[in-house]
């Protein structure tokens, strides 16, 4: 089975964008998390009364987060991640304190940012079957035959391993499981990646007869 490490490619959501409220002015110097930058977490909920933040982590190892600190907003402020402990049965969820963010106002005033760590910070990928997410959201895919069907948006892992969404350019996106079999060529140099769809895997997504699904 192929894998994804830690990190997936910075989202361009709007809604992704730092609140407004206390201690959520950039630091003096601080400069936009740079374009190669890997999204490690998101900031959730407040927890409790005395500023932590219930953090979804996109790595590996959630606890890695602190060892990745201090992270990058959006907009190039710095978070330092001064205690972290996994929250409640989710594997991948943490309650953080950051420096600096001490009551509930502050900690509500981060809800829905996101924290990045440049590139150059993280491991290096483990033999041919390891990938960034952000290295396969962006790649356009066609399958073996040379069909078009469209661009990867996303890497879920709901449990059974990575799968791969894939939007194409009319109609519901698609899911693949991300495994040799159903993906034997990944060309991160060509920004392009093959599917081997096994019988039925798109019977109820595809579109109509006669839709453009080309990437």
Do not use: W
């Amino acid at each position: 089975r192929r894998r994804c490490r830690a990190g997936r490619r910075r989202s361009r959501d709007p809604g992704g964008l730092i609140m407004a409220g206390r201690h959520s002015a950039p630091e003096a110097g601080a400069v936009p998390a740079p374009a190669d930058a890997i999204l490690v977490a998101q900031i959730g909920a407040a927890h409790g009364l005395k500023g932590e933040v219930r953090v979804k982590a996109f790595t590996a190892d959630p606890q890695s987060l602190k060892r990745y600190s201090p992270l990058a907003a959006r907009d190039g402020r710095l978070l330092h991640v001064e205690a972290a402990r996994p929250a409640g049965a989710s594997p991948d969820m943490l309650v953080v304190r950051f420096r600096g963010i001490a009551d509930r106002d502050a900690a509500e005033a981060l809800n829905r940012t996101e924290l990045f760590v440049p590139r150059d910070r993280l491991p290096a990928t483990e033999g041919e079957d390891e990938f960034y997410h952000a290295d396969l959201i962006g790649l356009a895919v066609a399958t073996i035959a040379g069909e078009a069907l469209g661009t990867v948006i996303a890497v879920h892992n709901f449990g059974a391993g990575d799968i791969l969404e894939i939007a194409p350019r009319r109609g519901p996106t698609l899911l693949v499981p991300f495994t040799r079999a159903i993906v034997p060529t990944v060309d991160i140099p060509g920004r392009r990646l093959t599917v081997d769809p096994p019988p039925g895997l798109f019977d109820e997504a595809r579109p109509e007869d006669g839709e453009d699904t080309g990437a």
